[in-house]
């Protein structure tokens, strides 16, 4: 299971070359058709979280590396989380403290790989209809998990059928939390190398190896 709010950070994915469609089962068998054909990502992306029976919410900005497989880098002002596929790694900047543990991968959760490959196998799809994120009108789509177990019960997502360019993904856990992503930048295949997926402990900085 990938740790904390990077969860589902990211998200997003460019399919070029297909005619826009309504058929939800069509627009992600595309999503995971070009999946399948990138090699790594950056992403910038926003993100917004609120919380059930109150009127706080969270805003942050962030960079999401993702490289095959199962190597990810998220960075945000208050937290930085790496792991290369085996070890995760996570920084808080505030406490300077560094957590180490196994990378576990978990069906239950949705991780940025699972998301960008299309999250579907266990998950009933059907658009809701159009709508707009910033300037770009977009199919949105919501998945609901088929059975019981899963960390989230929705996940909506905003999908421009130009370019099947999902700009903006919205999940609701269990306990009511609705966090949303929404995607200012995204670069395909640009070359990551495996260092960044390894966290060069900060000097000073407190380390708990939970391994």
């Known amino acids: 299971m990938f740790p904390g709010a990077a969860l589902a950070a990211f998200l997003f994915l460019v399919v ?16 995971r058709k070009k999946y399948d054909s990138i090699r790594d990502a950056e992403l910038r ?10 009127t706080l919410e969270q805003r942050a900005k962030g960079t999401l590396y993702l490289k095959k497989e199962h ?3 998220i960075e945000t002002d208050d937290q930085t989380v790496v792991t290369d596929g085996e070890t995760v790694w996570s920084y808080s900047v505030p406490n300077r403290q560094v957590l180490i543990d196994r990378f576990k ?7 940025p790989e699972r998301i960008l490959g299309g999250a579907t196998d266990d998950y009933a799809a059907n658009v809701l209809g159009r709508e707009k994120s910033g300037n770009t009108e977009c199919i949105v789509l919501k998945l609901i998990p088929r059975g019981e177990g899963s960390l989230m019960t929705s996940l909506r997502l905003w999908v421009d059928p130009s370019e099947w360019l999902v700009r903006m993904a919205e999940l609701t ?3 009511g939390k609705v966090t949303t992503y929404t995607v200012s930048d995204i670069k395909l295949n640009p070359g990551l190398s ?6 060069q402990i900060p000097e000073g900085a407190e380390v708990v190896d939970m391994r």
């Open 16 to 31: 070029r070359g297909a005619a826009a469609s309504d058929d939800p089962q069509e627009i992600l068998e595309n999503v």
């Open 45 to 54: 992306f926003t993100q917004r979280t609120r919380f059930p029976q109150s």
């Open 71 to 73: 190597k990810y880098r």
């Open 105 to 111: 991968p978990s069906d239950r959760s949705f991780s």
């Open 173 to 175: 856990d269990v306990n």
């Open 194 to 199: 495996d260092s960044r997926f390894v966290l």
